[in-house]
């Protein structure tokens, strides 16, 4: 077989160069940012030697942890976020080698706290930005044919055809089909004949003894073996992959907020939802007023919804119907309802009946961003009928959604329509990110929270 992996794509030739400049800024951006806070904040003369040894010894130290680390491993099927998260561990591990060292030697007391705290902070900023630039760098020229790689598929073709579609969404890789095939000597041949890159195994059956012949047979080039296994290829709910100890499991069924994604959900939330919130003050407290005039009852209605994992919350709404159901049986608000005010009527129209839902996401028990809550008693429905419905409550209820920015609010009086509203539901969740949310919450904004079947 062939003992290379090809050299396809105009700037190929050069990952090996393109890996050593990486190396060669980070440990330039490291000597060169202490250089300067030194001009900054000027020191004594007599330790500029100290702090160069320090710079040195600090970029000689980064360049061995990342390379443990893998941060100059070829990046082109991780996310950025993945390569962020290795820089600022390794910086994180100096950082905290250094501090050791310092203590050891007593030394601490001789460089200034203000350069030093202010360098362990810019460092890992200058270098995720610097990768940054070289990563969205890479992707556009990925993307228009540039620094190319080959793969092809072990497989069925149904599977092929499902791995290559989701390998289609992400042009920036660079990853170029040459074949698909469930023939292992017609794998051998391909390999024999082309520079292959990648190889993907997506057999239908996960058959294991099949799967370790081709491991074994490609084994003789230095083509990487990616197993993909089956259940990625068909949707299933935001798996991902989890290590137990040393054992890797593939975990289906869970929620998105891994982490700091959590953090910067919950931030979103609290900054967003407080701002708003104030924002929306006078105009809440004129419709406050309007709904106690306009009609016997009390101003605010709470509704029994499930939130995340299942656990019933108290949602809040203005009042906009004489009467308020929310038992085992609800009835779905519907055109010319008779059970809607007048006031209420526009404030459903508008939406504007929500507003108070922004202290529900200020009391934690509601997002922003995320799948409507339906009424308990529609979910007891609906939980029996649509497959995954239930799934949409690893998150908070949200005052938006997807499923809202694209069309489907308000009455749900087919099947068809709640199970739209689940697949987008679900899309989301399985899709999340930060810019996602902001763009749900743009669309919002813009085409504004009324619909055609919002009575």
Not at 132 to 141: D, E, K, Q, S, T
Request: charged share 20%.
């Amino acid at each position: 077989m062939n003992t290379s992996s090809g050299q396809s794509g105009r700037i190929r030739q050069f990952s090996g160069e393109l890996s050593s400049l990486n190396r060669i800024l980070d440990a330039a951006l490291i000597w060169l940012s202490l250089r300067i806070l030194c001009q900054i904040y000027p020191i004594d003369p007599a330790q500029a030697d100290l702090y160069q040894n320090l710079s040195a010894i600090s970029a000689a130290l980064f360049l061995l942890v990342a390379e443990f680390r893998s941060v100059y491993r070829s990046a082109r099927l991780e996310g950025y976020l993945q390569i962020a998260g290795k820089i600022i561990g390794s910086w994180l591990i100096v950082a905290f080698l250094l501090i050791a060292l310092a203590f050891l030697t007593k030394s601490s007391s001789v460089f200034s706290r203000v350069i030093i705290a202010s360098w362990l902070v810019i460092v890992p900023a200058l270098l995720i930005t610097e990768r940054l630039v070289v990563y969205l760098g890479l992707r556009i020229m990925r993307a228009q044919g540039a620094n190319a790689r080959t793969y092809i598929i072990f497989g069925s073709i149904e599977n092929g055809h499902l791995l290559q579609q989701k390998i289609n969404q992400t042009p920036w890789t660079g990853l170029t089909h040459t074949g698909t095939t469930e023939n292992y000597d017609a794998l051998v041949e391909r390999i024999n004949e082309k520079h292959i890159d990648y190889v993907f195994i997506a057999n239908a059956e996960n058959n294991t003894e099949i799967t370790r012949k081709v491991i074994a047979g490609l084994s003789d080039s230095t083509a990487s073996v990616y197993i993909v296994p089956q259940l990625f290829l068909y949707n299933a709910f935001d798996a991902g992959w989890v290590t137990l100890g040393n054992t890797p499991m593939i975990t289906v069924n869970d929620h998105p907020f891994y982490g700091s994604y959590w953090l910067l959900k919950k931030l979103e939330d609290l900054i967003l939802g407080s701002i708003i919130f104030l924002i929306a003050l006078p105009l809440m407290l004129l419709i406050a007023i309007a709904v106690k005039f306009g009609s016997k009852g009390p101003v605010l209605f709470k509704q029994r919804r499930y939130g995340l994992n299942g656990e019933v919350i108290q949602v809040l709404k203005f009042r906009t119907m004489r009467t308020m159901d929310d038992g085992l049986v609800v009835v779905q608000a519907s055109k010319d309802d008779p059970r809607i005010t007048p006031l209420g009527r526009f404030l459903r129209k508008t939406s504007l009946d929500e507003l108070p839902q922004f202290w529900n996401v200020l009391q934690g028990t509601m997002s922003i961003v995320g799948p409507r809550p339906h009424a308990i008693a529609h979910n007891e429905e609906y939980r029996q009928l649509i497959e995954g419905y239930m799934l949409r409550h690893k998150v908070k209820p949200g005052i938006t959604g997807w499923a809202q920015v694209n069309g489907l609010r308000g009455e749900t009086d087919t099947l068809d329509k709640m199970k739209s509203r689940i697949d987008y539901d679900l899309y989301y969740i399985n899709h999340w990110s930060i810019w996602f949310d902001l763009k749900i919450i743009f669309m919002t904004i813009i085409n504004g929270f009324t619909g055609k079947t919002v009575y």
